[in-house]
C-alpha cells in the first residue's frame, strides 16, 4: 500500500539522493548499497522498471558486486522482488516499498526528537519562571499543547510577556488561555505542519 513519502517520491518532491546520503548511517547501509538503492529509485522515478544492467553500465564495481549489494538491499528490508504479469507472461520486478517504509519511519523519528528536544525546552523555562516544578496535571498540559497543538518555546515566552505586561497572575492554565487567545492552531493547519514535516528534503 502507498504511503504519504512515497506519493511526494511520485510528484517529484521528495530530494531521495540527498535523504540517502544525509542519513546512511541511519538506514545502515554502505557507499555503495547507498549508490545502488538511488540508481534504482532514478530508474523506477523514470519508467517504473529496476534493470541491473542498467545500474551496472553506471557503475565501476563487478557485475557480482552489484549483485550482491542488491541481495544485501532485499534483505534489509529496502525492496522485495515479485513478479508482474502482462498477457499471461511473467516478468521478475521490483518493488521500493520497504524504501519508503524505512525512510518514513526516519522522518518520523527525527520529527518526534525535535518534539521531545522542544518539550524538554519548554518544561524547564516554565519551571524557572513559576520558580517551582510542575505538578503532573500540568505536565500533562504542556505536553498537550507542544505534540498535539504543536506551539513552541518561543509561543510560550511571548504569552508570559502579555501575562506580565497585563500584571495577570501567570499559571499553567492562564498561559494555556492565553496561547488559545492569541492564536487558535486549527486542525487543518496541524495537518499542513506535518505535510511540511516529510517534505523538508524538497527540490
Known amino acids: 500500500m502507498d504511503n504519504m513519502l512515497k506519493k511526494i517520491f511520485e510528484s517529484g518532491y521528495f530530494n531521495y539522493q540527498d535523504f540517502i546520503l544525509e542519513n546512511i548511517k541511519k538506514l545502515s547501509i554502505s557507499p ?9 529509485l532514478d530508474a523506477f522515478k523514470n519508467d517504473k522498471r529496476i534493470l541491473i544492467d542498467n545500474i551496472a553500465k553506471d557503475f565501476v564495481e ?4 552489484i549483485e550482491d549489494s542488491m ?5 534489509k528490508g529496502f525492496c522485495s522482488i515479485y513478479i508482474s504479469y502482462d498477457n499471461g507472461l511473467g516478468e521478475e520486478s521490483i518493488s521500493l ?9 526516519i522522518i518520523n523519528n527525527v520529527n518526534a526528537s525535535d518534539k521531545n528536544d522542544e518539550l524538554a525546552s519548554v518544561i524547564e523555562y ?47 492554565k492562564s498561559i494555556a488561555k492565553a496561547l488559545a487567545t492569541k492564536e487558535k492552531k486549527t486542525k487543518v493547519q496541524s495537518n499542513n505542519d506535518l505535510m511540511k514535516d516529510f517534505i523538508k528534503n524538497v527540490k
Open 71 to 75: 541481495s544485501n538491499l532485499i534483505e
Open 126 to 172: 516554565l519551571n524557572n519562571e513559576l520558580n517551582r516544578v510542575l505538578s503532573s496535571q500540568e505536565l500533562e498540559i504542556i505536553t498537550s499543547l507542544v505534540k498535539e497543538d504543536y506551539y513552541a518555546l518561543d509561543d510560550f515566552k511571548k504569552a508570559i510577556e502579555v501575562k506580565l505586561k497585563d500584571k495577570s497572575v501567570i499559571s499553567i
Open 97 to 105: 516499498d520497504g524504501f519508503f517504509e524505512i525512510a518514513e519511519r
Open 32 to 40: 555503495i548499497e547507498a549508490f545502488i538503492l538511488i540508481k534504482m
Open 62 to 65: 563487478k557485475r557480482k558486486n
